[in-house]
């Protein structure tokens, strides 16, 4: 079964320097969401897209900006890197994630970013 | 504010045991939650989602249950393999929270052969 990419898998950056991660949902899904994970930390809600409109947003940084494009995949920009942006970057996606739908929300294998 | 705890943060047992992680949640006004396993450095591979309609979800040699009113998720794992080494996550997303995911700190399991 087909499973949610992320791309690239690892990225290295200098401070300051800007970073796109690209997300494509499994097929079908409507909703996106993107979440960072620190080392030794639990993964943390940045922001989410449901039919290409932003639907919810967690801790993003303003350096932060992402989008949802009209195949359903999803891009992370971060600008202005700073050492601790470097962590774990999950994508997930969903179908169907309005009101009390179940919406299980499966996760991509991640993109780690190391900001040096 | 949601906030999920997950005890015991770590756990080491033997082959063969059965063993239970616990989960609670402030917020009762749940739409689901959801237990994942993280292996080092990997992504989240999703176990078991339960509705908040449900009381408890199997799959395999994990059971998961939920009780809302109390705040209490509880992951069952029987007959434990060293190939069941890995974090332990669960999470919910709240009715008041949008579409996201509040996460637990995890339990890091090892199971010794």
């Known amino acids: 079964a087909a499973g949610v990419i992320q791309s690239p898998r690892h990225l290295i950056k200098e401070k300051r320097e800007t970073a796109t991660l690209k997300c494509y949902p499994i097929?079908?899904?409507?909703?996106v969401y993107w979440y960072q994970q620190g080392p030794g930390q639990d993964p943390q809600f940045l922001i989410s897209?449901?039919?290409?409109?932003?639907?919810d947003k967690g801790s993003i940084p303003d350096r932060f900006s992402a989008q949802q494009f009209s195949d359903y995949h999803s891009e992370l920009n971060m600008s202005s890197l700073e050492l601790g942006d470097s962590a774990l970057y999950f994508c997930a996606s969903s179908f169907g994630a309005r009101g009390r739908l179940v919406a299980e929300q499966f996760f991509g294998p991640g993109t780690r970013l190391t900001v040096l | 504010k949601q906030e999920v705890t997950q005890i015991p943060a770590a756990l080491s047992v033997p082959e063969g045991e059965n063993l239970v992680l616990n989960c609670s949640f402030t917020d009762s006004a749940i739409y689901n939650l959801q237990w994942f396993r993280q292996d080092p450095g990997k992504g989240l591979t999703s176990l078991l989602l339960?509705?908040?309609?449900?009381r408890e979800q199997t799959s395999g040699r994990l059971n998961a249950s939920l009780d809302k009113s109390s705040g209490r998720s509880t992951l069952y794992i029987a007959a434990s393999q060293p190939g069941d080494s890995a974090t332990y996550l669960c999470?919910?997303?709240?009715?008041?929270?949008?579409?996201?995911?509040?996460f637990g700190g995890g339990t890091r399991l090892m199971v010794k052969p």
């Open positions: 897209f449901y039919e290409k409109m932003q639907s």
């Open positions: 097929p079908r899904h409507d909703t």
């Open positions: 339960i509705q908040s309609s449900q």
């Open positions: 999470a919910s997303r709240g009715e008041n929270a949008g579409n996201m995911l509040t």
